[in-house]
């Protein structure tokens, strides 16, 4: 069998301040990290249970499973719910098992399921040639049981190592429809807690994320962000707005190349754009 780069760790980092806004989403994920903390202070995340983000596109989910494992300071697995579901019987449930498997093994270490609801459909959902859907949902029922535990049987199996590992993983699923999904995912110690991700309602909240993603760029003095603001249509994600500092970049970068075409200059700053921070240097 090839060998696979799903499941293949990183450690991502993009911190709480690059996220702008979403304040009480972070305030919700942080308190169930202090929690999970709390009940088992040397493994990280004691929770036997996952955490879903929901909401529309480019909302940031996955930017906040990034800053998580950042903020706890551990390996980051990203997989995309079609990545996993594939036509040869028993490949879809051994891709699940090898992405917890790699995940025990860089713990502490958070798994994050992209596209939650493509792997695991409410079932009798579409068509299901062949069971696979149920076979998948069934093996990765099984990993999140498996992860910690709370009855008297389980607490004896903590002692064994690979329990303790097994607890420095945390799964957090994303899903742009939340109703799509099997419903068995939801119960108590799986997905059960729910963390609503939404587009940005006023100028004022999408100013803060305007802020946090012009960290990445330098501003020209005469750029007005309030200008911006007015020309920005409502209901724009955070990802509808860093493509509009990338088309502002890109323009004030083309803006460059022509003078410096035309005059055989230097680079010299920019009249009216941006640069990235590392363009400049
Ligand atoms: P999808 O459902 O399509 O997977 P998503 O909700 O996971 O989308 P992200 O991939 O986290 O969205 O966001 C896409 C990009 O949008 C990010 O890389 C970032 O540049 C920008 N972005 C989204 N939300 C924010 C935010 N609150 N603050 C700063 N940047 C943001």
Known sequence: RAATTLGVPNYARVTWDDIGGLTAAKAEIMDL???????HPQARFRRRSGVLLYGPPGTGKTMLAKAVATECDCAFISVKGPELINMYIGESERNIREVFERARAHAPCIVFFDELDSVAPRRGLGSDSGGVVDRVVAQLLAELDGMGGAGQAEEAAAAEADADRQRLVFVIG?????????PALLRPGRFDRMV?????????ERRVILQAQLRQFLLAPEVD????????????????????????????????????????????????GMRTRNSDS
């Not at 990290?33 to 009940?39: K, Y």
């Open 33 to 39: 990290l202090r929690e999970a903390r709390a009940v």
């Open 174 to 182: 994303a899903t742009n429809r939340p109703d799509l999904l099997e």
């Open 196 to 204: 609503f991700l939404g587009v940005a309602e006023s100028d004022a």
């Open 225 to 272: 962000l309030t200008e911006v603001l007015a020309h920005c249509p409502p209901l724009m994600t955070g990802a509808d707005m860093y493509g509009v500092c990338a088309t502002a970049w890109l323009r004030a970068a083309k803006r460059t190349v022509a003078h410096e075409y035309h005059d055989g200059a230097a680079a010299r700053p920019m009249a009216n």
